[in-house]
């Protein structure tokens, strides 16, 4: 907070600064005999000046981590600026630059508006502030306004830096391939503890391991699609150790053929893969001395399947129809399929012969996909107001924003050079795992990363506002003058009592006795009474006066603080 030097203590006439409280000034000229000594010798005017309790600020209340701000009424085009001033020296308040101009939302020329000062709350305890309406140049505040301030126990938000520690990238697969995922540098703490957390119905954990700091995972893919395999290191009933995460593309391979031949296909060629079936249909008439017989074809691409089957034309004994065999592609490589039509037993040679010529390319074999090993993303603890901030590499591709949860609230994605910088803020106590994915141009998931996040318990800093109600106008006196502060007190009833805090600077001002205590203007019980504080002016200068409303136990919250300038002629 800026201070202002010389205004507790001695200050001639000059410019001091004043913020908002309540004061309402009457002069009347009475007789005073206060209970000091007058040094003047026939001092006769009194400005009384009287505080009414309703219009004095009271106490904010804050915690450590909250921002206070307060708002004064303002006019630039008079010259006057506010500044403030912390009264007790306490390190509970910190001002974040000076009080800000908020200008008039009317278009008139010279139309007043706002000045707003703004402080973080950095301890418990208790503070009190003052604010003066300083002049452009010399001369006494055009006004003052004091705040106590008491701030409990909080958190002050931090921002942490969850870091890059791996990207993973995509793992490319099919329904029925195993993937072989690998970890290092895994917990041994939690060995035995690693879940999956995302990643289902695609992926299905089989198994895995520990050895040596490396944890290793099986995974069967069951269903097609782009999925993200999120998984946890999170021992029973512990926050998670670290996580991990990896995109995965799994496709359908092609599904198995059956190819059909006939008569037509005498002397024809087809491709088929390994998996697929051929059905051979030829016409025959097993009733005759004349069949159809196949000879051997290349055992390692194809292979007979059971026994040809006759399906007759009619119902005919003897009747003529059609001959199915089956083959089955076992492997890849070529080889013909040759059927002679001959006499059984064979007399002589074929009457014809039909012949295929098969190339067969590899089919769907199952395999085993390894990602490449990568390390885990330790977890972060934070507290409610928290910033998480993540670096990773724009290289990668365009990142998501992760989906905001209760626990975090995630911001867009913003590139910084050569990094992409995600903002997570804490909000709400939970544990929270969020996840990111690099797409390329073609929407193509590249890298994919994730870390645990545990919010522990606590409350959202806020922001207090303090604003202004009614400002204390400057006292007026020449050297002299007596002059009372009339201010609203009820101590018979609540214990709380008003002080004068402030040194009153040697030779301008000087408090002229013991304060006095005014009777209720009703007789209700417990109705508030007021009591008078009587001061001489003494020689012309500036003199500030704070008074705070203390409460019976000590330490206590005070009530409330009043504070106004003296300027002495």
């Not at 207090?464 to 009820?490: C, M, Q």
């Amino acid at each position: 907070m800026s201070r202002k030097i010389g205004v507790i203590g001695a200050i001639a006439a000059a410019a001091l600064l004043a913020l908002s409280v309540s004061a309402c000034g009457e002069t009347a000229t009475t007789d005073t005999s206060g209970g000091g000594a007058s040094p003047s010798p026939s001092p006769t005017a009194v400005s009384v000046t009287q505080v009414a309790e309703a219009t004095l600020p009271q106490v904010v209340h804050a915690r450590v981590g909250d921002t206070l701000k307060v708002r004064l009424n303002s006019n630039a085009s008079t010259g006057y600026s506010w500044v403030s001033q912390d009264l007790n020296d306490a390190a509970v308040l910190k001002q974040v630059g000076d009080g800000e101009v908020i200008a008039s939302k009317s278009t008139l020329a010279g139309a007043p508006g706002k000045t707003e000062f703004t402080f973080e709350v950095t301890e418990e305890g208790i503070d009190e502030v003052g604010f003066w309406y300083q002049p452009p140049g010399s001369g006494p505040p055009g006004a003052t306004w004091a705040l106590v301030v008491k701030a409990k126990a909080g958190h002050i938000p931090v921002e942490v830096d969850a870091g890059e520690e791996y990207t993973a990238e995509t793992a490319e697969m099919r329904t029925g391939d195993n993937l072989v995922v690998t970890i290092k540098k895994a917990s041994n703490a939690g060995r035995h503890s690693w879940k999956m957390v995302a990643g289902s119905p695609q992926l299905k954990l089989l198994g895995q391991k520990y050895s040596g700091g490396t944890q290793i995972m099986t995974f069967a893919g069951t269903a097609a699609g782009s999925t993200t395999l999120v998984l946890v290191n999170r021992p029973t009933g512990d926050p998670p150790l670290q996580t991990f995460a990896l995109p995965v593309a799994l496709k359908t391979p092609a599904a198995p053929v059956t190819h059909q031949l006939n008569k037509h296909s005498d002397q024809q060629s087809i491709l088929v893969k390994a998996g697929d079936t051929i059905q051979v249909s030829l016409m025959d008439q097993p009733s005759t001395a004349f069949q159809w017989k196949f000879q051997k074809p290349n055992a390692k691409v194809l292979k007979q399947v059971g026994k040809p089957e006759f399906f007759p034309n009619n119902d005919s004994m003897g009747s003529k129809g059609k001959m199915v065999w089956t083959f089955s592609v076992v492997g890849a490589g070529k080889t013909p399929l040759i059927a002679d039509y001959q006499e059984v037993p064979a007399q002589a040679m074929p009457v014809k012969t039909w012949q295929v010529n098969v190339a067969a390319k590899p089919g769907f074999t199952p395999k085993t996909v390894a990602a490449a090993p990568s390390d885990p993303a330790d977890s972060v603890h934070v507290l409610p107001g928290d910033t998480i901030k993540l670096k990773l590499a724009a290289s990668a591709g365009t990142w998501s924003k992760p989906v905001s949860t209760k626990q975090l609230v995630a911001s867009k994605p913003v590139k910084q050079g050569k990094n992409v910088v995600l903002a997570f803020t804490a909000k709400n106590h939970g544990v929270v795992t969020p996840v990111t994915i690099a797409t390329t141009g073609g929407g193509y998931p590249g890298q994919a990363y994730a870390f645990s996040a545990t919010v522990g318990k606590g409350k959202l800093p806020v922001v207090v506002h303090a604003a202004e109600r009614k400002v204390a106008k400057p006292i007026e006196v020449k050297a002299g003058d007596l002059f009372d502060i009339a201010i609203e007190s009820n101590t018979a009833s609540t214990g709380y009592q008003w002080s004068v805090q402030s040194t009153i600077p040697d030779g301008v001002v000087e408090q002229a006795g013991d304060p006095t205590s005014e009777a209720p203007t009703t007789d209700m019980p417990g109705a508030p009474g007021a009591t008078v504080f009587h001061f001489k002016a003494l020689a012309a200068g500036s003199a500030q006066l704070v008074l705070i409303e203390q409460p019976p136990a000590e330490g206590g919250t005070p009530g409330a603080i009043y504070m106004i300038m003296v300027s002495v002629e």
